[in-house]
């Protein structure tokens, strides 16, 4: 992949090739990602694996923002997608405005927003004025309060035929993709065949037309809680642990700087 990701790439990669997307949240890890993804997601995670939060409900527009600018300076081959603060797209004039606001301020290729058939009359209005929006169901973190915890959706048939019909409103409503998280595999299968815009899971199974990490889960940085679905490609934090060690000790033995690394 030499040149810039589209979206009518992304769109005809449905059953043809996995999409691959991670978050990111600042320049130094997007210019790493940026050669080996196709969507860099800056995702409101940032609000427990960078602020440090319990969830990520308290993040603002003016914080996605500038997140999101520093991302775009470096992604330069994927495609980046915007993640939709809690509380800014209650209803459809203040999406827009906020929709609008992501798109003028970061160098964004579409907005992703959290909810299902309830949340398609706003998606239509955000389509309508040219915004591509990813849609974000079954497991839904910006519900975790209202909802009082995380849990998988789709165990029983009532819950799969929700997420269906989530996903086929949304899809009607002009969504270009979705994020399917925290669903029981055959649900995410199911919504992959009778779509026609990529899925992209997270905690969903091999199925859908792509797959999502959040990079701290997936490098090993951030261990307080690990969801069964996470695989650690790295021991992150216990190298950086050893190197930072190594580094004090360094200084404190005034081994470091030695004539190397003196002019
Ligand atoms: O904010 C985020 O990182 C996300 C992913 C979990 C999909 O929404």
């Not at 960078?50 to 996605?64: C, I, R, S, Y």
Request: glycine share 8%; charged share 25%.
């Amino acid at each position: 992949m030499n040149t810039k990701r589209t979206l009518t790439q992304l769109q005809k990669m449905k059953g043809q090739e996995k999409i691959v997307m991670i978050t990111a949240y600042d320049a130094l890890f997007a210019s790493i990602f940026d050669k080996h993804v196709d969507v860099i997601l800056v995702g409101d995670s940032l609000n427990m694996s960078f602020a440090g939060k319990e969830d990520t409900l308290g993040v603002t527009m003016d914080q996605m923002i500038y997140h999101t600018q520093a991302v775009c300076t470096k992604a330069k081959k994927s495609f980046v997608l915007f993640d939709m603060p809690f509380g800014t797209y209650t209803d459809k004039k203040q999406a827009l405005k906020n929709a609008i606001r992501a798109y003028q301020e970061t160098g964004a290729d579409a907005i992703k927003l959290e909810g299902g058939k309830e949340k398609a009359k706003i998606v239509k209005h955000l389509t309508q004025n040219a915004i591509a929006v990813f849609g974000h169901i079954g497991l839904k973190p910006q519900s975790v309060r209202a909802e009082g915890g995380y849990s998988i959706k789709g165990k029983n048939e009532e819950d799969k035929k929700a997420i269906i019909e989530d996903a086929i409103a949304l899809e009607k409503a002009g969504a270009v993709a979705l994020i399917i998280e925290g669903v029981k595999p055959d649900v995410a299968k199911a919504i992959t065949q009778q779509l026609s815009i990529p899925t992209i899971g997270i905690g969903a199974g091999v199925d859908c037309d792509g797959q999502v990490l959040v990079w701290s889960d997936t490098f090993g940085f951030f261990d307080e809680f690990m969801p069964k679905f996470v695989k650690s490609y790295l021991n992150g934090g216990e190298q950086i642990t050893q190197a930072i060690q190594t580094y004090a000790s360094e200084v404190k033995s005034a081994q470091f700087p030695d004539e190397k690394y003196s002019y």
